[in-house]
């Protein structure tokens, strides 16, 4: 008995075209996909930041509770940055461990035995856990020189170089507006900007082509935490929008009305 087959019923295997169907259907999966991961991944960064800076914020006050409301001032104009205000504040951070580095001694951007990476870093700052040993945020100058001083700099360079002003301690009776005073601020990462990938770096900072694009967490000099786009604060004396150069100093504003 002959049995005829259909060679129809026994074809094993995709063709060329329903192959290149599915990998095009893939390929347009993961283009929605992906993205959303992302944005979802820098959120849970961009959190993780904000609760480093609520804490670092209550680390503050306790400061100025025990400094009669003076805010820190070590004489150096470079206090702003994070690896030197770190050290007045260690103390109320839970940093006992954080030590000189034998290998830079005296030298107080260095640091070992430490736990910053937890409390002092963003984790979308890449350039401050390979730069700025695991330090993200900036410190107001505004609080460490008088609104006249603040407003006799006008340029970026003067947060970086010696602007030749003697430093001088601020109260926080001096600060008119709490609420609306930046004391702290992410200053490297950017968590929106389209001009950097979704790991946060932006070699600009809070200055440059891009200044105006992005956002960043900062604390006021009230303990609050606030997420904010860039053009929700006021131009700085620098153009920038840099709470280091607030027009009038501590006695000014960051935050738009």
């Known amino acids: 008995m002959n049995v005829q087959h259909n060679p129809e019923s026994t074809r094993g295997g995709f063709t060329l075209i329903e192959l290149l169907v599915v990998i095009s259907i893939i390929a347009i999966l993961a283009a929605i996909i992906f993205p959303v991961f992302a944005t979802a991944r820098e959120k849970a960064r961009q959190s993780t930041c904000q609760s480093n800076m609520r804490m670092i914020g209550i680390a503050f ?5 025990d400094y009669n409301d003076t805010y820190p001032c070590t004489g150096d104009y470079h206090l702003w940055m994070g690896r030197w205000w770190r050290w007045p504040l260690q103390p109320y951070l839970a940093l006992a461990a954080t030590k000189g580095d034998q290998q ?14 937890t409390i002092l870093a963003c984790p979308s700052d890449s350039a401050a856990l ?4 695991d330090t993200s945020y900036a410190y107001s100058m505004s609080f460490y020189f008088s609104p006249a001083q603040i407003d006799a700099m006008t340029s970026p360079a003067d947060t ?4 030749g002003l003697p430093c001088t ?7 008119i507006d709490p609420s609306r005073k930046a004391m702290l601020g992410e200053w490297v990462s950017n968590h929106e900007s389209p001009h950097v990938g979704w790991w946060g770096e932006n070699t600009n900072g809070v200055w440059g ?12 000099a009230d303990g609050h935490c606030r997420y904010l786009h860039a053009n929700q604060l006021n ?11 607030t027009h009038n100093g501590i006695a000014g504003t960051d935050l738009k009305d």
């Open 61 to 65: 006050q306790l400061y100025l509770a």
């Open 104 to 117: 830079h001694p005296g030298d107080v951007r260095y640091s070992t035995s430490n736990s910053l990476q």
């Open 130 to 133: 390979n730069s700025y040993d």
């Open 160 to 163: 970086y170089s010696d602007p």
């Open 169 to 175: 301690p601020q109260t926080a009776s001096a600060v």
């Open 209 to 220: 082509q891009h200044a105006w694009e992005g956002a960043r967490n900062y604390v006021f």
């Open 235 to 245: 131009p700085a004396n620098d153009g920038f929008p840099d709470i280091n150069l």
